[in-house]
C-alpha cells in the first residue's frame, strides 16, 4: 500500500510564494507611482507652456488697457507648425481657397477679418473664386468685431488661418498646400496717429510683414500675381490736386505714410529681381458698413448717439479739413479689378524669366467733403445734435486736403466710383444702428428719411 505524499514542507512554500508576491506588488506600486508623478508633472509643463503663449499676463493686460502702447496677437497653441499639420486643418484650407467656377481664381487674403479683408473676400467667394484668409486678429481696435467679421465669412465658407505675416514657416506651408494663383494683401498696420504711440509695430508689419509674404511668394510654384493695400497718406506733403500716380511721393507726413511708400520701394526690387507681377492700390478714406471703430466717422457716430463732444479739425490758417471718402463697395470693385488685370509673374524658383507687371493706382471717390458737412450728415441721420468742438489741426502726421485722379484705374480696370458720401454714409449708420442694437429712435429716423426719397 502506498504512503500518501509529505506535505509537511508545503505551509513554508506558501509563505515563502506570499512574501515574494508582496514584494512584486511593492516594487510595481512605487514603479506606477513614479510614472504618474512623471506624467503629471509632464502634462503640469504642457499646461503652463500653453497658457504663458496664449494668454498675457494680467499685469500686461492692464498695462495695455492703460497705455495702448502694445498690440496684443493671438497665437495659438505651441506655434503655427503645430496646429498647421493636422489633416482636417489642411482640409479646410485646401476646400476654403479651390475656386467654383472655371478659371477661377484661388486667392490668398492677408487682413481677411480687417473691413476692406472682409469685403473683398465676400465679393471674391460670390464670383466662385476661391479665397482663403489670414489673420493675426490683433488688438489695434476691439478683436470681438474681427471675430464677428470671421463668423460672417464663415457663412460663407471662407476660412481664415489665424497666424501672422512674420510666421515664414507658416507661409511657407500655406503655399505649398495651395497653388495660389494671386495674392490680395491687405494685412496692414493702420492709422496715422497710432504711428506716434508704438511705431515698432508699424516697421514690423508693413515693411518686415510685407517683405516675409514677398519672399515666399517670389520662391512659390507658380509665382502668384499680388495686389496689395497701400494708402494715399504717401502723397504726404504734396500740394498739387488732385493726387495722380505721377506726382511726388517722396515727403511723407507720418510713419504710417513713410511705411507704406517704402512698401511701394520694397515692391518695385521684387518686381526687379525676381519677376513678381506687383500692383500697388492708394485708397482713400475708405468708409462704410463692418468699418474701422478708429476712423472719424464711426467714432463720431458713437460719441454723437452717448451725447459726448467730437473735435473738428481746421488747419493752421482756418481752413476747412476735407477727405475724399471712398465707399466700401466702391473699393473693393477697383480690388477685383485690379486682381482681373493682374499679369502673371514671370519668375521660376525664385529667380526672374521676363520683365513682370509693376502698377500703382489710386482708388478714391473724386470728390474731397470737409468733415464738418460729414458731421451734419451724420447729425441728420441719427436724429441728434452733435457737441461740436472745432480746434486746430495737431502736427501727428494728418494732411489737411486729399483729392483723388482715378483716371488711371479708369483707363486700365474701369473703376469708376458711384456711391456719394450721404449714400454711404447711410448705409453704414444702418449697419452700426444693428450691429450695436442702438435705439429704436434712429431707425424710426433711417426710415422716414428713406421713404421720403422714394
Not at 465658407?157 to 495660389?180: H, Y
Not at 451724420?378 to 452733435?386: C, I, N, P, Q, T
Not at 489741426?393 to 482715378?406: C, I, Y
Given at each position: 500500500m502506498a504512503s500518501p505524499p509529505d506535505t509537511s514542507k508545503n505551509p513554508k512554500l506558501e509563505r515563502y510564494n506570499s512574501y515574494i508576491r508582496r514584494v512584486n506588488n511593492t516594487k510595481l506600486l512605487a514603479a506606477s507611482s513614479k510614472l504618474l508623478f512623471r506624467v503629471t508633472l509632464l502634462v503640469?509643463?504642457?499646461?503652463?507652456?500653453?497658457?504663458?503663449?496664449?494668454?498675457?499676463?494680467?499685469?500686461?493686460?492692464?498695462?495695455?488697457?492703460?497705455?495702448?502702447?502694445?498690440?496684443?496677437?493671438?497665437?495659438?497653441?505651441?506655434?503655427?507648425?503645430?496646429?498647421?499639420?493636422?489633416?482636417?486643418?489642411?482640409?479646410?484650407?485646401?476646400?476654403?481657397?479651390?475656386?467654383?467656377?472655371?478659371?477661377?481664381?484661388?486667392?490668398?487674403?492677408?487682413?481677411?477679418?480687417?473691413?476692406?479683408?472682409?469685403?473683398?473676400?465676400?465679393?471674391?467667394?460670390?464670383?466662385?473664386?476661391?479665397?482663403?484668409?489670414?489673420?493675426?486678429?490683433?488688438?489695434?481696435?476691439?478683436?470681438?468685431?474681427?471675430?464677428?467679421?470671421?463668423?460672417?465669412?464663415?457663412?460663407?465658407?471662407?476660412?481664415?488661418?489665424?497666424?501672422?505675416?512674420?510666421?515664414?514657416?507658416?507661409?511657407?506651408?500655406?503655399?505649398?498646400?495651395?497653388?495660389?494663383?494671386?495674392?490680395?494683401?491687405?494685412?496692414?498696420?493702420?492709422?496715422?496717429?497710432?504711428?506716434?504711440?508704438?511705431?515698432?509695430?508699424?516697421?514690423?508689419?508693413?515693411?518686415?510683414?510685407?517683405?516675409?509674404?514677398?519672399?515666399?511668394?517670389k520662391a512659390a510654384v507658380p509665382q502668384p500675381s499680388i495686389v496689395w493695400a497701400s494708402s494715399s497718406s504717401v502723397y504726404g506733403l504734396n500740394t498739387q490736386n488732385p493726387f495722380s500716380e505721377s506726382h511726388r511721393t517722396d515727403q511723407p507726413a507720418s510713419l504710417y505714410a513713410a511705411t507704406k511708400k517704402a512698401g511701394e520701394e520694397i515692391a518695385h526690387t521684387y518686381n526687379h529681381i525676381y519677376g513678381l507681377s506687383i500692383t500697388g492700390l492708394r485708397f482713400f478714406t475708405v468708409y462704410g458698413p463692418w468699418g474701422r471703430p478708429d476712423m472719424a466717422y464711426f467714432f463720431f457716430t458713437k460719441d454723437i448717439l452717448q451725447g459726448k463732444p467730437i473735435s473738428i479739425y481746421q488747419t493752421q490758417d482756418g481752413r476747412a479739413v476735407a477727405r475724399d471718402f471712398t465707399?466700401?463697395?466702391?473699393?473693393?470693385?477697383?480690388?477685383?479689378?485690379?486682381?482681373?488685370?493682374?499679369?502673371?509673374?514671370?519668375?521660376?524658383?525664385?529667380?526672374?524669366?521676363?520683365p513682370a507687371?509693376?502698377?500703382?493706382?489710386?482708388?478714391?471717390?473724386?470728390?474731397?467733403?470737409?468733415?464738418?458737412?460729414?458731421?451734419?450728415?451724420?447729425?441728420?441721420?441719427?436724429?441728434?445734435?452733435?457737441?461740436?468742438?472745432?480746434?486746430?489741426?495737431?502736427?501727428?502726421?494728418?494732411?489737411?486736403?486729399?483729392?483723388?485722379?482715378?483716371?488711371?484705374?479708369?483707363?486700365?480696370?474701369?473703376?469708376?466710383?458711384?456711391t456719394d458720401l450721404a449714400t454711404g454714409l447711410k448705409k453704414f449708420v444702418k449697419w452700426y444702428v444693428s450691429y450695436y442694437g442702438v435705439e429704436s429712435r434712429v431707425k424710426k429716423e433711417i426710415g422716414s428719411k428713406t421713404a421720403n426719397n422714394e
Open positions: 503640469a509643463l504642457v499646461l503652463i507652456l500653453f497658457f504663458t503663449l496664449n494668454y498675457p499676463p494680467i499685469s500686461d493686460q492692464i498695462t495695455n488697457k492703460d497705455n495702448h502702447n502694445h498690440i496684443h496677437t493671438t497665437h495659438n497653441f505651441l506655434s503655427s507648425a503645430f496646429y498647421g499639420s493636422g489633416a482636417a486643418w489642411e482640409k479646410q484650407v485646401r476646400h476654403s481657397s479651390t475656386p467654383r467656377r472655371p478659371n477661377g481664381f484661388s486667392v490668398l487674403v492677408t487682413g481677411a477679418a480687417g473691413f476692406v479683408g472682409t469685403h473683398c473676400s465676400l465679393a471674391l467667394k460670390k464670383r466662385g473664386d476661391g479665397v482663403l484668409g489670414l489673420d493675426n486678429f490683433n488688438s489695434y481696435y476691439d478683436p470681438s468685431l474681427k471675430r464677428a467679421r470671421q463668423q460672417l465669412l464663415k457663412t460663407h465658407e471662407i476660412f481664415i488661418v489665424e497666424g501672422d505675416l512674420n510666421d515664414a514657416e507658416l507661409l511657407a506651408k500655406l503655399f505649398d498646400i495651395v497653388p495660389f494663383t494671386h495674392v490680395l494683401h491687405l494685412a496692414a498696420q493702420a492709422g496715422v496717429r497710432y504711428a506716434m504711440e508704438n511705431p515698432q509695430s508699424y516697421v514690423g508689419s508693413n515693411i518686415a510683414g510685407f517683405v516675409s509674404l514677398l519672399e515666399v511668394a465707399y466700401i463697395d466702391d473699393v473693393v470693385k477697383g480690388c477685383v479689378g485690379a486682381l482681373e488685370t493682374a499679369a502673371k509673374s514671370t519668375g521660376s524658383g525664385g529667380k526672374k524669366r521676363a507687371q509693376l502698377r500703382v493706382y489710386n482708388l478714391g471717390n473724386t470728390a474731397p467733403v470737409p468733415v464738418e458737412k460729414l458731421v451734419g450728415i451724420l447729425e441728420s441721420l441719427l436724429g441728434v445734435k452733435a457737441k461740436k468742438h472745432v480746434i486746430k489741426m495737431p502736427r501727428n502726421g494728418d494732411v489737411p486736403f486729399t483729392h483723388a485722379n482715378v483716371s488711371l484705374a479708369y483707363r486700365d480696370f474701369g473703376y469708376k466710383p458711384t
